[in-house]
């Protein structure tokens, strides 16, 4: 058995926390002096390469070593490869994305300070909520894993390093914000690179394939849920990623657009051979027999990565002890940064005393902590969120465009919803009955249901969504074109928006040869 001893667990767990809070106070230490602005966010002072490890570090997480290998042993190679290039590639969004809403709202450096702008504060304080909501799951599957991981590596309990893990990020993230997080997220992003390559490097010397069992698994073969993660994964993990402020934050706090795209090309890449590498430990779990598990346990597949360490020595899985903090770490450090930056953003308009932050990051802490250690299905909380993204961001998105001025936060609030209500009209008539769609919402049978279900809402989400949305603005403009005639008012829900020039006070008629990049909206946006 591979699994290190007591003594050896505790330290490496420890020592790698304990390096990580030195850090971080001694960075916070030295800004100790920023200003509010600064503690909340980093805008435009990032080059590429710090910019990359961030990236990398924000979107990897312990759950990986879950996740991934699972859809190895479910959907082979096929759902392996689907699975990478649906996490890593959407990164590309925040370098085509990016500089439009950076140019929309210079000053601000969240998604949700653009929706104020473009739908208003109703609009944004829903989409606020929803990203709110995705990130605190976020930091619930963080924490959860993280438990499950170490007591399935080393056989301790984990609910002292959930402790020391939220105790720790809370220290240096309430002391030194946003920056304190970006500064120690590129430490952790080179060493989860590094890490990763030792451990696989590792792992691919010590494991013994058993070529006979290559053909008879069948993993190499395609199969309908490998046809079917085509749609659904991207679907669900670009719209998702969109709720993840962390992202935003990262995309604003580049110094150029220039260093942005080379930034998140690089994590794009790398984060696909990180997820790509750890994947194929499930696939090696089932060539060398490690997996299925002996007695066979369903959902074991999720466990495959751990299967193999086990047949392994106990130095490699002490490496990878070591990876495991290193993710965790980074990953709930970072979300714990972005949640009360949008907090403060959305609700507050960064009006708060400093200390009131901090003192907010401290509690965050305790409801996240508590529901972590129920366990929770951490593929379930993802596909949850998921669902609401793909609902959501269709109808948010289409606001980007100058070309739909007419496109009101009503329609947006109402599309989203709408999604989700025709997830449950879709579940309701596949089922036959309205529990099994109601069901559907919350995802009841995971993501890999041997059925059309789960690709059906997948489906029903976007496509509801935009539906309701285009509903809600012809009912909105009939509406308003009813009580202009009974008012004896002129009808101008389709009137274009009146903006000005960057160098001059006039405002003009916005016209298609204005140039977006160099005006800026007169008032507030409109609801309805």
């Not at 995705?134 to 080393?154: G, H, K, P």
């Amino acid at each position: 058995m591979g699994m290190p001893s007591f003594q050896a667990s505790n330290a490496i767990i420890y020592l790698t926390y304990g390096a990580f809070l030195i850090f971080g106070l001694s960075i916070a230490w030295r800004l100790r002096h920023q200003t509010k602005a600064e503690f909340l966010s980093s805008n435009r002072t990032q080059k590429a390469v710090p910019l990359a490890f961030n990236f990398i570090a924000s979107a990897l997480g312990s759950g990986i070593l879950f996740t991934y290998p699972e859809i190895s042993t479910i959907a082979g190679v096929q759902g392996l490869v689907v699975y990478a290039l649906s996490s890593a590639l959407p990164l590309l969004v925040f370098a085509y994305l990016g500089p439009i809403i950076r140019r929309k709202t210079p000053e601000g450096f969240v998604l949700t300070e653009w929706a104020r702008q473009r739908y208003g504060v109703v609009t944004a304080i829903y989409l606020s909520l929803l990203t709110l909501i995705t990130m605190f799951l976020y930091m619930v599957a963080e924490l959860s894993a993280l438990q499950q991981i170490v007591n399935t590596l080393t056989g301790l309990d984990g609910l002292p390093v959930v402790i020391v893990e939220s105790a720790i990020t809370t220290i240096y993230t309430s002391l030194g914000g946003f920056r304190v997080t970006f500064i120690t997220d590129n430490i952790q992003g080179a060493m989860v690179v590094g890490l990763i390559l030792l451990g696989v490097i590792c792992v691919g010397v010590e494991t013994n394939i058993d070529r006979s069992l290559i053909e008879s698994t069948g993993l190499t073969k395609p199969s309908l849920l490998g046809w079917q993660l085509l749609y659904i994964l991207p679907v669900a993990i670009l719209t998702n990623d969109f709720f993840l402020s962390g992202f935003w934050m990262r995309t604003f706090a580049s110094r150029s657009d220039k260093d942005l795209l080379i930034g998140v090309s690089i994590a794009s890449f790398v984060v696909l051979c990180i997820l790509t590498l750890v994947g194929s430990s499930g696939l090696l779990a089932a060539w060398s027999g490690a997996w299925p598990s002996d007695p066979p346990v369903d959902g074991d597949g999720a466990i495959s990565l751990f299967l193999l360490l086990g047949q392994l020595p106990s130095w490699v899985v002490g490496i990878v002890l070591v990876m495991v903090v290193t993710l965790s770490t980074a990953a709930f450090g970072s979300f714990q940064s972005a949640m009360v930056s949008t907090a403060s953003n959305d609700f507050f308009r960064n009006r708060l005393n400093i200390w009131l932050i901090r003192a907010s990051v401290v509690l965050l802490i305790f409801p996240v902590a508590v529901l972590a250690l129920r366990s929770p299905d951490i593929l379930r909380i993802f596909l949850i969120s998921d669902l609401i993204s793909a609902s959501t961001i269709p109808v948010l998105v289409i606001g980007l465009s100058d070309k739909f001025y007419w496109w009101r936060g009503l329609d947006v609030v109402i599309g989203g919803l709408g999604g989700i209500f025709t997830v449950f009209l879709f579940g309701t008539v596949y089922y036959g009955n309205a529990r099994d769609g109601g069901n559907l919402i919350l995802l009841e049978n995971g993501l890999y249901a041997e059925d059309w279900s789960v690709f059906g809402a997948f489906v029903a989400a976007p496509v509801g969504g935009l539906l309701w949305g285009f509903g809600a603005l012809g009912v909105r403009l009939a509406v308003q074109f009813v009580i202009a005639k009974v008012k004896h008012q002129r009808f101008d829900a389709l009137d274009r928006p009146v903006v000005v020039p960057a160098s001059s006070s006039s405002p003009i008629v916005d016209e298609d040869s204005v140039n977006y990049s160099h005006v800026q909206p007169i008032g507030k946006g409109k609801f309805v």
